[in-house]
T-cell receptor, first 111, second 118 residues
Framework: QKEVEQNSGPLSVPEGAIASLNCTYS??????FFWYRQYSGKSPELIMS????GDKEDGRFTAQLNKASQYVSLLIRDSQPSDSATYLC???????????FGDGTTLTVKP | DAGVIQSPRHEVTEMGQEVTLRCKPI?????LFWYRQTMMRGLELLIY????????DSGMPEDRFSAKMPNASFSTLKIQPSEPRDSAVYFC????????????????FGPGTRLTVL
């Protein structure tokens, strides 16, 4: 079992729809959770971080964390073609400086 | 802030040559990470430093790879000798772990170095 698992994708949604990206992790001691967006040919860019159970909203993005289920998700409302990218989930274990990354889910938003 | 700076952005070399990749982290960050990304293997952590000290180099593929961080504002990743299978995009990232008692670990990536070994 991988430490951080994401839907293999690709995920395709129509413009204006809600895109839902999911991630599960194996280390129950994990404390910090991140979503990075990576456009083709570019470097990963942090878009959301979440540290406690519940929802965290930032514009059209909502991160959801459920530590009991070891599950973190990213919702993108009113999806735009410019949201088309690979989304990487990353998790930090307790006292760990490094993040463990999932393999990423590629999202395509069709006009 | 200029963000994480990497050089060169592109490097084309021949098998057997030495390659040196450079990174300047964001000022004030205490962690520095070197990653390699390929289509086949995804994003792989090679090595990371905390306060200029290497913490975990278990991701370094073999002895041909070495990394140094002589001070808080500079790090190098060296491949000697280079091989075609080393062709990849190499990213440097930096983060700070704690601020005012809270843990962050948010990583900021440089633009990457695209390495091609012929």
């Amino acid at each position: 079992q991988k430490e951080v698992e994401q839907n293999s994708g690709p995920l395709s949604v129509p413009e204006g729809a809600i895109a839902s990206l999911n991630c599960t992790y194996s280390d129950r001691g994990s404390q910090s959770f991140f979503w990075y967006r990576q456009y083709s040919g570019k470097s990963p860019e942090l878009i959301m971080s979440i540290y406690s159970n519940g929802d965290k909203e930032d514009g059209r993005f909502t991160a959801q964390l459920n530590k009991a289920s070891q599950y973190v998700s990213l919702l993108i409302r009113d999806s735009q073609p410019s949201d088309s990218a690979t989304y990487l989930c990353a998790v930090n274990a307790t006292n760990a400086g490094k993040s463990t990354f999932g393999d990423g889910t590629t999202l395509t938003v069709k006009p | 802030d200029a963000g994480v700076i990497q050089s060169p952005r592109h490097e084309v070399t021949e098998m057997g040559q030495e390659v040196t990749l450079r990174c300047k982290p964001i000022s004030g960050h205490d962690y520095l990470f070197w990653y390699r990304q390929t289509m086949m293997r995804g994003l792989e952590l090679l090595i990371y430093f905390n306060n200029n000290v290497p913490i975990d180099d278990s991701g370094m593929p073999e002895d041909r790879f070495s990394a140094k961080m002589p001070n808080a504002s500079f790090s190098t990743l060296k491949i000697q000798p280079s091989e075609p299978r080393d062709s990849a995009v190499y990213f440097c990232a930096s983060s700070f772990q704690q601020h005012l008692g809270r843990r962050y670990n948010e990583q900021f990536f440089g633009p990457g170095t695209r390495l091609t070994v012929l």
